[in-house]
């Protein structure tokens, strides 16, 4: 099967813009639909971004989710940041063996 | 609204059974396909299971097939995940998803969780 790659840790100061990035191993990122999850401290985790674009009702647009097909990747951008989106984020994909979630990003405001 | 509920978790012994429920409610459960997801103490999120709609499909990850059993009673709205010779590495917290729509897996909807420990 194939692996998402997420990158460790991005930070950045309440207001700035952050983009974390999820790569996907082998296979078209574009083949099939990407998700993205927020999971604060001690909580479940929660939708942010479905069908690679989609906000679930009561999502800020401040959250947007892209595909980036020349890095066969998709991205997740959190703009005007604000201290309550502190929290781990993951990516997740599938194909016709199973699903696969990204290795998860911490994501730190300053 | 839509409410996932867990429940069934526990400690265990290595090698013994143990079977998962969740109760599903606030949407009409026959429509969509769901998930058993895992995460263990400060690791990240792991795919345990998914199921079809309408229970036909079956898919698992790892090398998880073989120990591990997903299944659903519509007449009760419950998800089930029957686990097997359970290790010590199975121990996490066991969360119950839906997907967005029949035929669109993605996780749309969490459950809180219910917690497996498996210990001697």
């Known amino acids: 099967n194939f692996m998402l790659t997420q990158p460790h840790s991005v930070s950045d100061s309440p207001g700035k813009t952050v983009t974390i990035s999820c790569t996907r191993s082998?296979?078209?990122?574009?083949?099939?639909?990407v998700q993205w999850f927020q999971q604060r401290p001690g909580s479940p985790p929660t939708t942010v971004i479905y069908?690679?674009?989609?906000?679930p009702s009561g999502v800020p647009d401040r959250f947007s989710g892209s595909i980036v097909s020349s890095s066969n990747s998709a991205s997740l951008t959190i703009s005007g940041l604000k201290t309550e989106d502190e929290a781990d984020y993951y990516c997740?994909?599938?194909?016709?063996?199973?699903?696969?979630f990204g290795t998860g990003t911490k994501v730190t405001v300053l | 609204q839509v409410q996932l509920v867990e429940s069934g978790g526990g400690v265990v012994q290595p090698g013994r059974s143990l079977r998962l429920s969740c109760a599903a409610s606030g949407f009409i459960f026959s429509n969509y396909a769901m998930h058993w997801v895992r995460q263990a103490p400060g690791k990240g999120l792991e795919w345990v299971a998914l199921?079809?709609?309408?229970?036909?499909?079956?898919n698992y990850g790892g090398s998880l097939k073989g120990r591990f059993a997903i299944s659903r009673d519509t007449s009760k709205n419950t998800l089930y995940l029957q686990m097997n010779s359970l290790r010590p590495e199975d121990s996490a917290l066991y969360y119950c998803?839906?997907?967005?729509?029949?035929?669109?897996?993605?996780?749309?909807?969490w459950g809180r969780g219910t917690l497996v420990a498996v210990s001697s």
């Open positions: 082998s296979g078209n990122i574009a083949s099939n639909y």
């Open positions: 069908e690679d674009n989609q906000r």
């Open positions: 199921i079809s709609h309408d229970g036909t499909i079956k």
């Open positions: 997740q994909s599938y194909d016709s063996d199973g699903h696969v």
């Open positions: 998803a839906r997907a967005r729509g029949t035929y669109s897996p993605g996780i749309l909807y």
